[in-house]
């Protein structure tokens, strides 16, 4: 008889960020988790303690997408910020699941800061205040704060379904407010 296969950790964080991105955290039942990833909750259980060591799995893996997202984004905007925004904006749109557990969501990775996702590895938002330093702004870091709390706004609105205005508007947008906050 032959062995049968054994299901790794890598695959119930896969199937469980699928739910995730498609239903959100809160929808993944032991059960759910099991059929999507095809094997039986013995093995969820054996691999995790308990839910929120999974969540944190899928935190992280959801922090990466959102890099990658980030990453593979249009950055050809001469305004500061307005790429960091329609990014942040644009993934809020596409992923929303994925959004209120990065950004809306309580229980994050720990140690992580919504800053700390969003500046990411290439240090995103550390150029962009560079840029806005570049253009003469004498205190790019608080331009960046008011422009951080405009955009994450704009982002829970996009998830709630409240917000929806095409690139250009968001572009227009965007420029709009980095010219009234850098007054």
């Known amino acids: 008889m032959s062995r049968k296969a054994t299901i790794t950790q890598k695959e119930i964080v896969n199937a469980a960020f699928k739910i995730t991105r498609k239903e959100g955290f809160e929808q993944i039942t032991s059960r759910k988790l099991a059929a999507a990833a095809g094997c039986s909750t013995q093995p969820i259980f054996r691999i995790y303690e308990n839910m929120d060591a999974l969540k944190k799995d899928v935190y992280d893996k959801a922090a990466a997408y959102y890099e990658d997202y980030y990453n ?67 205190n790019a870091q608080q331009l960046f704060m008011q422009m951080w709390i405009f955009i994450h706004g704009a982002g829970c609105m996009a998830v709630t379904g409240d917000y929806d205005l095409d690139t250009q508007a968001s572009i227009s947008m965007l420029e709009s407010a980095y010219k009234a906050f850098s007054l």
Not at 88 to 102: N, S
Not at 106 to 130: C, F, H, P, R, W
Request: some cysteine; overall charge negative; charged content about 25%.
């Open 72 to 138: 593979e984004c249009d950055k050809s905007h001469e305004v500061p910020f307005v790429d960091l925004g329609l990014a942040y904006i644009g993934f809020a749109q596409k992923y929303p699941h994925l959004f209120r557990l990065l950004f809306i969501s309580e229980q994050g990775a720990e140690g992580k800061t919504m800053y700390d996702l969003v500046n990411g590895s290439s240090e995103n938002v550390v150029k962009e205040i560079n840029k806005a330093s570049a253009k003469g702004v004498a």
